[in-house]
């Protein structure tokens, strides 16, 4: 049965909302996790270990894909690897709405690294796309009290840096196009686990945590469940379309923050906040009826 044209470009579009979906819940297992005494350095090792080892299977019989282009293959890995290490020590570690509004400042890197790398260029109505998102990111997510949203301490930068490196992440996964997704994937929780340990060592936490088995079956079942679904959505998402696109979509991730925190939680959304979600989502509708281009190569 032959897919239609429609439907077949409505998929990375589900695709991208199915991952933005998980992403904006997954602060609440990382917080059950955290409280049982596994640090985000461990639970970061832990569940993309498992993760890693279920796409192992499925990519043997593409290892030579890892030769076409190398060097973007080893950027894609590092700057994924940092963007969620660093996302998980921010969210975990500093105030999550200021995390998320320095995070979400990573549609602007988008845009100047696909102009960069991928020379693609915006329309008039992606700009307002573009406006429109972060306009709906700034109304859900500013707070006079917090000041310019200007990084101040560590949890801050580590925001900010995960931002621009997941607007990297993204550019390359885009470039790569001669790599299939599952590759691309596998890849980039190796990178992830790289980063992961690297910083454990430096940061003096290589021993094994003494914590409840609870705690280390909830990580790898995070890791399977979890980040298998969650990273395999975006890459394929971002793979086939603009990254202007995929990145005003994946700020359905702020929707999905603040449904999960308002049902999970006792805060409340405000009337400021559905409005802010209310452009995120006119935004993300806009962006998914541009028509595709190819990607053209500088």
Same mark, same amino acid.
């Given at each position: ?68 282009? *190398? ?6 890995? /590092? ?59 700034? +109304? ?25 490196? +997941? ?22 929780? /190796?990178?992830? /686990? ?18 409840? *088995? ?85």
């Amino acid at each position: 049965m032959t897919v239609t044209k429609p439907i077949a470009g409505l998929i990375p579009v589900l695709s991208l909302l199915l991952g933005a979906t998980l992403w904006g819940v997954i602060w609440y297992p990382l917080r059950v996790l955290e409280s049982l005494g596994l640090s985000g350095l461990w639970i970061t090792a832990v569940s993309y270990s498992a993760a890693l080892l279920v796409g192992t299977g499925f990519v043997l019989n593409r290892l030579p894909e890892l030769g076409r282009q *190398p060097l973007a293959l080893v950027i894609l890995s /590092l700057a994924v690897g940092w963007c969620n290490v660093s996302f998980v020590l921010a969210i975990l570690d500093g105030t999550v709405v200021r995390v998320l509004l320095l995070f979400y400042l990573s549609p602007l890197w988008t845009v100047l690294l696909g102009r960069l790398f991928l020379r693609e260029r915006l329309t008039l109505r992606a700009r307002v796309v573009l406006v429109l998102a972060l306009l709906g990111a700034l +109304f859900m997510l500013w707070d006079h009290s917090m000041g310019f949203p200007w990084p101040r301490g560590r949890s801050d930068w580590l925001a900010v840096s995960s931002g621009v490196t +997941f607007a990297l992440g993204n550019v390359m996964v885009r470039h790569l196009q001669g790599v299939s997704v599952r590759v691309k994937t596998e890849v980039s929780w /190796l990178g992830v /686990l790289l980063v992961a340990f690297v910083w454990l060592a430096f940061s003096g936490q290589l021993a094994v945590p003494d914590v409840p *088995p609870s705690a280390w079956s909830g990580a790898l079942a995070l890791g399977v469940f979890g980040l298998v679904i969650m990273t395999l959505s975006v890459q394929y998402g971002v793979t086939h379309m603009p990254v202007y696109r995929s990145a005003v979509i994946l700020l359905f991730e702020l929707i999905a923050g603040a449904l999960s925190s308002h049902l999970l939680t006792d805060e409340v959304v405000s009337p400021r906040e559905w409005l802010g979600g209310g452009l995120i989502i006119v935004a993300a509708w806009l962006a998914a009826r541009i028509p595709a281009k190819p990607l053209q190569q500088a």
